[in-house]
């Protein structure tokens, strides 16, 4: 397929244990997002990639949570010691280049600590 | 304030009338304005976007109307359907260095009754 993909697509895990989840962008596609939806909220931006660094952070909501791209593609976004308050949608997305405005979603992780 | 407001929060529409949902923003930076549409289990896609030096802009059954001087934006769609019934999401965009923020409305869930 051509669009966001990201993995797993559910996560159940228990309070304290670290979790991954992954994000395979549209090829091509130099700038990635990270963002969290909680029930029935909006979205909420977490970090922003171009190629690999990071230049914008300002949304992750604490040090448990990081991010990291690798080869200007894929990405993983971590979250470490999981707290109940985690417990959202994480959503990928990715846009093609500086000129481009849309970003084009994947289906979400759905995480749920218990 | 770089805020987004949107309203209403939830809207029910009978099949064939007209769905209304508008914005307002406070930044003049915004030059980009969005609307996505997300159905339950899926990422946010890109609906109809509109850039500030035009009022209108119609594709099929949607409509956005612009009101630079108000600072507010609505989306409008005609006609609407039981397959419209999903979360709208209102954005507006404005360039940050290599990077096109993107400041999201909370969202309104819009059911059509058949």
């Known amino acids: 397929g051509a669009g966001v993909s990201q993995s797993p697509s559910n996560k159940v895990t228990e309070k304290g244990k670290d979790v991954e989840l992954r994000c395979d962008p549209i090829?091509?596609?130099?700038?990635l997002y990270w963002y969290r939806q909680s029930l029935g909220q909006g979205l909420e931006f977490l970090i922003y990639f171009q190629g690999n660094s990071a230049p914008d952070k300002s949304g992750l909501p604490s040090d448990r949570f990081s991010a990291e791209r690798t080869g200007g593609s894929v990405s993983t976004l971590t979250i470490q010691r999981t707290q109940q308050e985690d417990s959202a949608v994480y959503l990928c997305?990715?846009?093609?280049?500086?000129?481009?405005?849309?970003?084009?979603f994947g289906p979400g992780t759905r995480l749920l600590v218990l | 304030q770089q805020q987004v407001k949107q309203s209403p929060q939830s809207l029910i529409v009978q099949k064939g009338g007209i769905s209304i949902i508008n914005c307002a923003y406070e930044?003049?930076?915004?030059?980009?304005f969005p609307w996505y549409q997300q159905f339950p289990g899926k990422g946010p896609a890109l609906l109809i976007a509109?850039?500030?030096d035009v009022s209108e802009k119609k594709e099929g059954r949607f409509t956005i109307s612009f009101n630079k001087s108000a600072k507010q934006f609505s989306l409008h769609i005609m006609d609407s359907q039981p397959g419209d019934s999903a979360t709208y999401f209102c954005?507006?965009?404005?360039?940050?260095?290599?990077?096109?923020?993107?400041?999201w409305g909370l969202g309104t869930s819009l059911a059509v009754n058949p």
């Open positions: 930044n003049t930076a915004f030059d980009y």
């Open positions: 997305a990715s846009r093609l280049g500086r000129s481009q405005e849309t970003q084009y």
């Open positions: 954005a507006a965009s404005f360039p940050a260095g290599n990077n096109r923020k993107l400041i």
């Open positions: 509109i850039r500030p």
């Open positions: 090829s091509g596609h130099t700038a």
